[in-house]
Each structure stands twice: as C-alpha cells, then as structure tokens.
C-alpha cells in the first residue's frame, strides 16, 4: 500500500527559532500534497495545498510567510515553521494524492507533534 | 458549501456492544465518503470508502453505507473492542481537485 512518512514525529523547540517538517510518499509520486493541523480533540484543519513545482495554495488565515511550504520533488514536501511562538504548538499532518485511474486517495503520514517553548 | 456532521461524543461502550456512529454530509452531486480512524498520539488510517450511492465500504468489522436519499454515511461495527478505542472522522471528496472536507470528530472509548 502507499504509505507517506513524515519526520521529526515529535520536535521541541525554543520561542522564535524555525523549524522544518518534512513529509515523503515513500512508494508513490504525489503532485499533490496537503498539510493540516489539529488542536487537541479538535478536527483536522486544512492549512494549505503543496503542488509539485508550484507555489502553495494557503487557506483562508493561514499566514504564508509563517508557514513556508516546498514541494521540490514529486515525493517531498517541507513545511517550515518560521520563528515558532507557543500558540504554534499543535500536531501537524501531512497527507498525499495518489491518482488512480479515475478517482484518487489521499493517503495520511503519521503527524508531527511540535512543541514551542 | 460543502460539510460534514457527526454526532458528537465522547461514546462510550462496553466491550462487544453495538456501534453506531452518525455521519450526514451536505454537498452537490456524488461526493466520495469516507471514515478515517485516529489513534491515540498517531495520524490518521483510512478505515473504508464508498464512492457511490448505494456503495457499502467495509473493514475490520466495519461497515458503512452511502444512503443518498438520506444523505449519510454511518458507521456501524457489531461487536467492538477495547482496541477499536480512537477517533473516528467522516469525510467527503467531491472530485480530484477538491479538498477532502472532515468532521468535527467523534471520540469512542470501549471498557472492558
């Protein structure tokens, strides 16, 4: 099956520092890739939508420079928090599109979880 | 727009209960539905889909049935166990190039 990883799982960092995630589809190439956050027992947000060459497709308040999204190869994408406050803690989730023929699924990496101090 | 409601938990059940979980969508045309499972502290696995009206997605026990005419997509499981403890998320895709718009979420504890 596809699977898509994602790394660090987990990252502490100090107040104003930038850190970077990184999601790969390990066995399928993804033009498309989607990142979301999610607050405690809340739902998945849509923060945005990685394509493949292109730039980021940012959801309505979502800051773009905050949040700098890549999708440099057909497998990778980044998602750089920059100058990380406390109130960006949260569980980041990436996902990935795999077309397939007619319909397509998206398929989830396991999360983030980014802790600012 | 398009959206999707659950019933609100948290569900509590005990060990080889009966499940249910609400699902209704609001949406134009044929959507993809989907349920998405969400363990403590991990990402989220795709449980089961259907992709059209009629469609019954099914796995681990779980089944669900894509009711048009009642536009939802619930969730049911005859028989649940402690290990069946997560988050359950419906969801819908319209075509290739939209989003997938999840749930609010609906958390399940099964006690022994």
């Known amino acids: 099956g596809a699977v898509v990883s994602q790394h660090p799982s987990w990252v502490i960092c100090k107040s104003g520092t930038s850190v970077k995630i990184e999601c790969r589809s390990l066995d399928f190439q993804a033009t498309t890739m989607f990142w979301y956050r999610q607050f405690p027992k809340q739902s998945l947000m849509l923060m945005a939508t990685s394509n493949e060459g292109s730039k980021a497709t940012y959801e309505q308040g979502v800051e773009k420079d905050k949040f700098l999204i890549n999708h440099a190869s057909l497998t990778l994408s980044t998602l750089t928090v920059t100058s990380a406050h406390p109130e960006d803690s949260s569980f980041y989730i990436c996902s990935a599109k795999a077309d397939r023929g007619l319909t397509y699924e998206q398929y989830f990496g396991p999360g983030t979880r980014l802790t600012v101090t | 727009g398009n959206s999707v409601t659950q019933m609100e938990g948290p569900v509590t059940l005990s060990e080889e209960a009966f499940l249910t979980i609400n699902c209704t969508y609001t949406?134009?045309?044929?959507?993809?539905l989907f349920w998405y499972v969400q363990y403590p502290g991990e990402g989220l696995q795709l449980l089961l889909k259907a992709t059209k009206a009629d469609d019954k997605g099914s796995n681990k026990g779980f089944e669900a049935t894509y009711r048009k005419e009642t536009t939802s997509f619930h969730l049911e499981k005859g028989s649940v166990q402690v290990s069946d403890s997560a988050v359950y998320f419906c969801a819908l895709l319209k075509t290739s190039y939209d989003k997938v718009i999840f749930g609010p979420g609906t958390s399940l504890s099964v006690i022994p």
């Open positions: 949406a134009t045309g044929y959507p993809s």
